[in-house]
Structures are given as C-alpha cells and as structure tokens.
C-alpha cells in the first residue's frame, strides 16, 4: 500500500503586492508555509491564486513557488486555469501541485452547460432582451497516475454568494439603491453558482460514461454548505434523484468523517461554516484512512478589523484526506 493524501486548500488571493503595502509576500509566505509543510500532501488542489508579470516573459504563478519552497511541493508540476496563451490567469487561477505524472488536463467553462440567459428588471435602465450570465472561473479537469491507475482530480471555485453588480443598482461600492435590486444581484450569483455545479455533475458523469469504475476526487471552494443545492447536485445522491441504479455515481462527503463540532473552514459571524469539500466516487472510499480540517487558527473574516494586515493568512482552512492506495 501507498499513502496518498489529498488536500485542497482556498490561499484567498494569493499575490505579490507592492512595495511599502502590506501584508508583503514575505508575510503571508511566512505564516503560511507552515500550513503546506503541515499538508504534507501528495495532491494539493489551490484555489485563488493570483498569477504575475516579469518583462518579457508569459504571467507564471511565482507567487505560488515561492510559497512551496522548503516544503514537499517544492518543485512539483503546477497543472493551472489558463487563458488561451501558455501563461495563467491574472487573478483567482485553481492549481493542482503535485509530483504525481500528469496523464491529462482540460479546462471547462460554459462547454457542457451553456451559459443562463436572463432580463434584468432592476437594471438603470432596465434590459430590453435577455443577457448571457455566463461564469467568472473555469473547472480545472486533471487525469494523474496514481498507484498505477488514472485518479480524476476536478478543482472547483464555484461562484461567491456576494450579489453580482446591477448597472445602477449600487449607490456606492458597500450600498444598494433599493432591496429588490440587492435580490436580483444575489438571484444572478445564484445561477452562475449553479450552472457551475451543473458542469461539475455532468463532467463526473461524463467520465463515468466512458468508465464506470473511474476513480474521481472533487475538491475545491464551493462557496456552500454540505446541504445547500450546489453541493447536493454535484453528489448526486439516492434520496435526491430516487434512482437506486445510479448508486455508483454519487460522490460521498469525506468531511463527515471529522467531527460535527471541527466541521468547518471558514469562520463568519462567529459560526463556522464547511465551504471547501473533497468528494470522492465510491470506489474510493475501499481506501480511505480518514480527514483533517487545519482550523484551530481561523479567525472571524467578517469582523471590521479582521484586515489582511492583521491575518495575512487566508481565511479558509485546508481540508485533507488520506488514502492507502494499492
């Protein structure tokens, strides 16, 4: 048996900043590259990781290999959301680290589920036809050879629950002009999240087409609770489609293994809240050993001085899972 641990981590806007601004990359590095050597992962799952500039050269997530220097990731191939050239995104790439031999990769956005459609009603002046509400982020599709066989890793960011701007629906930047617009922008994050974990879902189930016995890891930022709709039709479960046949297609939680009262990765209002998950096909669960979730330090991100100068670390916890794998 081989040990496989398997983690997936929200570094919360990872990037270099400018001089005489802080937190510096220095101080954030400093506290949390404690947190990766703790990971000790063999398959790190980033989310929100800024990429950077140097003259000349295609954007590359420099930030990021500093971060992994002196730990086990040191040096590890960095599979990343990328536009159409070779570098990455300028902000919020997802990354897989790992020094597992990559077999594939491909990047969804809006190919298995087109894009909503929708009027605005509270919009200045309001829309005369539908608009596309397409997704700000990318699935991150990766295919590694572990123990031998092809692992399926899916990195997810699915859509925040901030209401997405309406033109001349905001009086300032922290301000709504009325509560119905307020509504309709959090109605709008609400599709984008969903035709997110629509894709997921038909992503899982077009691997398992091709495979029945896929091995499949979904990790990422969901942006919501194990009970809330985005994550319930990513699992696929019995008591939701009623359809015993397709028992072999849910995606099992491995956080419920963890202890209700450690459940969470993200503090708010003083209520902890599980936002990053690891769903795994059943076959996997043949060698699961069991789950961490680092959270003793996580501080309130919602109160008015949790500033980034005084938490340089992210406001997400890392959740691990550990496998023995054959």
């Not at 491909?106 to 605005?120: H, I, S």
């Not at 309709?184 to 984008?192: H, V």
């Not at 699992?235 to 995606?251: F, I, K, P, S, Y």
Request: no cysteine; hydrophobic share 40%; glycine share 6%.
């Amino acid at each position: 048996m081989t040990e496989l641990r398997v983690s997936t981590f929200n570094l919360e806007n990872f990037d270099e900043t400018p001089d005489g601004v802080e937190p510096s990359l220095a101080d954030r590095i400093a506290l949390m590259r404690p947190q990766i050597q703790r990971l000790r992962a063999d398959i790190a799952l980033f989310q929100e990781v800024h990429g950077q500039e140097r003259p000349g050269r295609p954007r590359s997530l420099i930030a990021l290999r500093a971060l992994l220097e002196g730990t086990g990731l040191e040096g590890a191939e960095l599979v990343s959301t990328k536009p159409k050239d070779d570098g990455v995104y300028h902000e919020r790439n997802l990354v897989v680290a790992t020094h597992l031999p990559v077999l594939a990769r491909e990047q969804l956005r809006n190919e298995l589920v087109a894009a909503p459609t929708y009027r605005r009603l509270t919009a200045n002046p309001p829309d005369q036809f539908p608009i596309e509400v397409g997704v700000e982020r990318p699935i991150l599709h990766v295919q590694l050879n572990a123990g031998g066989r092809p692992l399926h890793v899916i990195n997810v960011h699915l859509k925040s629950k901030l209401p997405t701007d309406i033109p001349g629906g905001m009086v300032d930047s922290y301000t709504w002009r009325s509560a119905d617009a307020w509504a309709e922008g959090a109605f709008l994050s609400s599709m984008k999240r969903m035709a997110q974990a629509l894709e997921v879902r038909r992503l899982v189930d077009r691997i398992l087409d091709d495979d029945p016995a896929a091995r499949i890891i979904v990790g990422g930022d969901f942006n919501a609770t194990p009970e809330e709709i985005p994550v319930l039709a990513i699992r696929g479960q019995v008591e939701d489609t009623g359809n015993g046949a397709l028992a072999a297609r849910v995606l099992v939680p491995i956080e419920h293994t963890v202890p209700q009262s450690s459940r969470y990765t993200l503090f708010h209002q003083g209520v902890g809240n599980m936002l990053d998950h690891l769903l795994v096909t059943r076959n996997l669960l043949a060698f699961y050993r069991g789950s961490e979730i680092h959270n003793e330090l996580l501080h309130d991100e919602s109160q008015s001085f949790a500033t980034d100068r005084k938490f340089p670390e992210s406001d997400h916890a890392p959740v691990v899972a550990t496998f023995d794998l054959p």
